[in-house]
């Protein structure tokens, strides 16, 4: 059984950082592309960001592009996000999901596996 375990969401001032960190288990993870999505009340789902199994190919969303990082760690079988110079409309709820594709993808259709998300929030 898939599993994967958010952590390291919580309350932040504008311009502050956080890191996420999804830790997966029951599949081999070092062949799977991660991603990570974020929600707002009364938005749908969006990508932020996805990671190869290497690690060697990532890819961001636009609005976060230059703010945040993602990286993984297969020996602890761990991805991060580092989120910095937050702002308030980053504020939502995050997602870890876990892709059966080797190369990254920004669909949610692409990700069958999905933690129970982390709750970001920046004030103003």
């Known amino acids: 059984q898939v599993q994967l375990v958010e952590s390291g969401g919580g309350l932040v001032q504008a311009g502050g950082s956080l890191r996420l960190s999804c830790v997966a288990s029951g599949r081999t993870f070092n062949r799977d592309v991660m991603g990570w999505f974020r929600q707002a009340p009364g938005k749908e789902r969006e990508f932020v960001s996805a990671?190869?199994?290497?690690?060697?190919?990532?890819d961001y969303a636009d609005s976060v592009k230059g703010r945040f990082t993602i990286s993984r760690d297969n020996a602890k079988n761990t991805v991060y996000l580092q989120m910095n110079s937050l702002k308030p409309e980053d504020t939502a709820l995050y997602y870890c999901?876990?892709?059966?594709?080797?190369?990254?993808?920004?669909?949610?259709?692409?990700?069958?596996?999905w933690g129970q998300g982390t709750q970001v929030t920046v004030s103003s």
């Open positions: 999901a876990r892709s059966g594709r080797i190369t990254t993808t920004r669909s949610r259709d692409a990700y069958p596996y």
């Open positions: 990671i190869s199994w290497s690690g060697a190919t990532t």
